[in-house]
């Protein structure tokens, strides 16, 4: 694969904007040719200040759904723990009919341990007692939109489910895509293996996704099923004119956004998003782009924190170079 062979899609500018930010930025995405547009799910930033305003995932969605046409449209991801099965399968299903069959649901066990202390989730350690309930999310989820009427004991989630239903189903066919967002090996990966439709992380280089793949592999049940999961890497990108505009562009990010000397897990997510960035022209973008998907990375969710900046043409300066 080169990188005209990569689809790709944007995350979209839902800290420290307006709605109407987001909006513009899902239609200028839209219009360059984009496959996808993501949202992330939290409700106070991770990224700098956390009293950033922050847009929640699933309401703006909604909105984006409504905004665009074609754009697939998706959660990257959705925290299982936020919301109940039930619930969110309810509300992926309403997403896809509003959206015409738009929807990637991409799922994930959680990280942000202070958020979920300040808004009253708890945060189960270790974190496989997290994934476990991953796993059983995506069951549910799967139930209802593919049966007419599902029933649930729970095993690791306190959810009971008695006769339940999820009324319209959602339209694609069989249900919309599961993501699984993480990069465990134990469970994450075998869980990516078993149960979703694609695979997503981030803050590698190459190197490093091909070593996550190999372990994807390995707990594939067979080449097919591994050929089926769709494997793609969140990057943050940071793209100018010349190569010193852009690194200046990476070196602003991190003097406005990091401290010297990360403390918290989320500054050290930070950090790794940003040494891994793709920085340069477009074509040097491109050129770095092909080398995940030489490795086997077969999406990109670009996350472009200048594109909504005055005069700032990342978002068509990277579309251009890859049409």
Same mark, same amino acid.
């Given at each position: ?6 689809? @790709?899609? @944007? ?13 513009? %930025? ?32 699933? /309401? $703006? ?6 905004? %665009? ?17 039930? #619930? ?45 309930? #991953? ?6 989820? &799967?139930? #209802?939109?593919?049966?007419? /009427? ?21 339209? &694609? ?14 469970? $994450? ?14 803050? +590698? ?31 943050? @990108?940071?793209?100018?004119?010349? $190569? ?31 040494? /891994? ?11 770095? +782009?092909?080398?995940?998907?030489? @490795? ?18 990342? #978002? ?8």
């Amino acid at each position: 694969m080169s990188a005209a062979d990569l689809e @790709v899609g @944007v995350v979209l500018p839902q800290y420290g904007t307006d709605i109407d930010a987001v909006r513009g %930025t899902a239609l200028e995405a839209e219009s360059l040719g984009y496959d996808a547009v993501w949202l992330e799910d939290h409700f106070q930033s991770w990224i700098g200040d956390p009293r950033r305003e922050t847009h929640e995932c699933w /309401t $703006t969605l909604s909105a984006v759904a409504e905004a %665009t046409d074609e754009i697939r449209l998706g959660t990257l991801v959705t925290s299982q723990s936020y919301r109940h099965p039930a #619930l969110l399968a309810k509300m992926a299903a309403t997403v896809d009919r509003l959206s015409d069959g738009r929807l990637e649901l991409g799922l994930g066990a959680g990280w942000y341990a202070e958020e979920y202390a300040r808004f009253g989730y708890e945060f189960r350690e270790p974190p496989a007692e997290r994934l476990r309930r #991953l796993a059983e999310t995506v069951e549910i989820l &799967q139930g #209802l939109w593919t049966t007419e /009427t599902y029933s649930h004991a729970g095993e690791h989630l306190e959810v009971d489910l008695e006769n339940a239903f999820c009324e319209p189903q959602p339209v &694609q066919d069989p249900h919309p895509p599961i993501w699984i967002g993480g990069g465990g090996e134990a469970f $994450t990966l075998r869980y990516a293996a078993e149960l979703a439709d694609g695979w997503n992380y981030g803050t +590698l280089e190459p190197e490093g996704f091909a070593e996550k793949l190999a372990v994807l592999r390995d707990h594939c049940e067979s080449e097919a099923r591994y050929d089926e999961v769709r494997k793609s890497a969140e990057l943050f @990108v940071f793209v100018g004119e010349t $190569t010193d505009e852009a690194e200046a562009k990476r070196e602003r990010f991190a003097d406005e956004m990091l401290p010297d000397e990360p403390t918290e897990p989320r500054e050290f997510f930070l950090a790794g998003y940003v040494e /891994t960035a793709p920085t340069g022209t477009p074509a040097e973008v491109r050129d770095r +782009l092909a080398d995940y998907a030489k @490795v086997g990375i077969e999406e990109i969710m670009f996350v472009l924190p200048n594109a909504t900046d005055d005069g700032d043409e990342s #978002l068509s300066s990277i579309a251009e170079e890859l049409a």
